[in-house]
T-cell receptor, first 115, second 115 residues
Framework: AQSVAQPEDQVNVAEGNPLTVKCTYS??????LFWYVQYPNRGLQFLLK??????LVKGSYGFEAEFNKSQTSFHLKKPSALVSDSALYFC?????????????FGAGTRLAVHP | GAGVSQSPSNKVTEKGKDVELRCDPI?????LYWYRQSLGQGLEFLIY????????KSGLPSDRFSAERTGGSVSTLTIQRTQQEDSAVYLC?????????????FGPGTRLTVT
């Protein structure tokens, strides 16, 4: 079955430290991978995507993600965390099912950055 | 430019009543999606419209749920005979096309509470 897994419910990191939010996927064919962020009481915002090309993808707010085909992972990273990065992060993969393109989301990882 | 808008932002209804939730996608976006996000949970796909094609209804949880998209723009999600388990945030998203490379842009959601 095609799926996305975010193994950590919550990640805690001190402000100024690097952060990593993990994501692994299982799809048939080439993966099309996305990261979204959800701030409290707001909708999801697109951060970045991997379609093809360089394995390191840069996105909004200083975030980047590394596509690793052998490990089927697409971890989100940021060199120096800010308190304002505290939010819920979703990894997603685009799949084809029943002739339709669908976006399958992971369960989400809550990032808490403390001063 | 204007993003995806949804109305109402909050809806409280009594069990057994029908509700209608509205989504205005970004102008020019041909694809429109509905998701449900229950408290502390990830996103559950409900339905997907792409242009004039038949919608992908595979995510609708029961026949009490239906959606339509008029004129290829505004969409309405209808829940008949609401149940308490329908309480959730209903998110709408649109994308420029239905292809796998397109990111989705989300509205702020409608928080539905069934009492």
């Amino acid at each position: 079955a095609q799926s996305v897994a975010q193994p950590e419910d919550q990640v805690n990191v001190a402000e100024g430290n690097p952060l990593t939010v993990k994501c692994t996927y299982s799809v048939s064919g080439n993966p099309y991978l996305f990261w979204y962020v959800q701030y409290p009481n707001r909708g999801l915002q697109f951060l970045l995507k991997y379609i093809t090309g360089d394995n390191l993808v840069k996105g909004s707010y200083g975030f980047e993600a590394e596509f690793n085909k052998s490990q089927t992972s697409f971890h989100l990273k940021k060199p120096s965390a800010l308190v304002s990065d505290s939010a819920l992060y979703f990894c997603a993969v685009r799949v084809v099912s029943g002739g339709y393109n669908k976006l399958i989301f992971g369960a989400g990882t809550r990032l808490a950055v403390h001063p | 430019g204007a993003g995806v808008s949804q109305s109402p932002s909050n809806k409280v209804t009594e069990k057994g009543k029908d509700v209608e939730l509205r989504c205005d996608p970004i102008s020019g976006h041909t694809a429109l999606y509905w998701y449900r996000q229950s408290l502390g949970q990830g996103l559950e796909f409900l339905i997907y419209f792409q242009g004039n094609s038949a919608p992908d209804k595979s995510g609708l949880p029961s026949d009490r749920f239906s959606a339509e998209r008029t004129g290829g723009s505004v969409s309405t999600l209808t829940i008949q005979r609401t149940q308490q388990e329908d309480s959730a945030v209903y998110l709408c998203a649109s994308s420029l096309g239905g292809g796998r490379t397109y990111e989705q842009y989300f509205g702020p959601g409608t928080r539905l509470t069934v009492t």
